[in-house]
T-cell receptor, first 118, second 113 residues
């Protein structure tokens, strides 16, 4: 079946503009995660959803970042008034559940969106 | 101690050799671990998961979990140049809000022909 998909694959935007990044998880996966990875850096967790709910938004780096998920499927990460330090690869992952007791919490990543803020 | 730690490398091994990648973890991390491979410019790809003490083999890959010493390793037998990538270790964080999974910084592996 299809894996996690993300769009756009690349986005170049001017400083101060808003951007929307989209993630379409694997069908049937209830949990969805957003990370970002800067050049040569590790994965920085941003936010995760269980269904349409985000239990903890503390990973978002500033209030310019927001995310939503509708219908338990597609998620959108929005960055308002982009800054140059927002330039990174934004990765989305999904897992069947987010319940450690279930044994089905392996996360599968999408191809990412490379965001460049000029 | 960071929750999940890895040597950043680079780890260089000749083609055909065994590559050994190691990861240590803190008391805050539960004993369920995942190894991801990330090629340059690509996203992480899940290659192994291990949930119980001992060894788990899948093809050329063997994951080892040692709960007493709090380390988990990944062995790659008959290493190939195509195995050259960064390998990420991840574990479940007790009471974590990060979707429960915490990643190490990764070890860069280079397999020389």
């Amino acid at each position: 079946g299809a894996g996690v998909s993300q769009s756009p694959s690349n986005k170049v935007t001017e400083k101060g503009k808003d951007v929307e990044l989209r993630c379409d998880p694997i069908s049937g996966h209830t949990a969805l995660y957003w990370y970002r990875q800067s050049l040569g850096q590790g994965l920085e967790f941003l936010i995760y959803f269980q269904g349409n709910s985000a239990p903890d938004k503390s990973g978002l780096p500033s209030d310019r970042f927001s995310a939503e998920r509708t219908g338990g499927s597609v998620s959108t990460l929005t960055i308002q008034r982009t800054q140059q330090e927002d330039s990174a690869v934004y990765l989305c992952a999904s897992s069947l559940t987010n319940d450690p007791l279930s044994g089905s919490y392996e996360q599968y990543f999408g191809p990412g969106t490379r965001l460049t803020v000029t | 101690q960071k929750e999940v730690e890895q040597n950043s490398g680079p780890l260089s091994v000749p083609e055909g050799a065994i590559a050994s990648l190691n990861c240590t973890y803190s008391d805050r991390v539960s004993q369920s671990f995942f190894w991801y491979r990330q090629y340059s410019g690509k996203s992480p790809e899940l290659i192994m998961s291990i949930y119980s003490n001992g060894d788990k083999e899948d093809g050329r890959f063997t994951a080892q979990l040692n709960k007493a010493s709090q380390y988990v390793s990944l062995l790659i037998r008959d290493s190939q140049p195509s195995d050259s990538a960064t390998y990420l270790c991840a574990g479940l964080l007790y009471g974590g809000s990060q979707g429960n999974l915490i990643f190490g910084k990764g070890t860069k592996l280079s397999v020389k022909p």
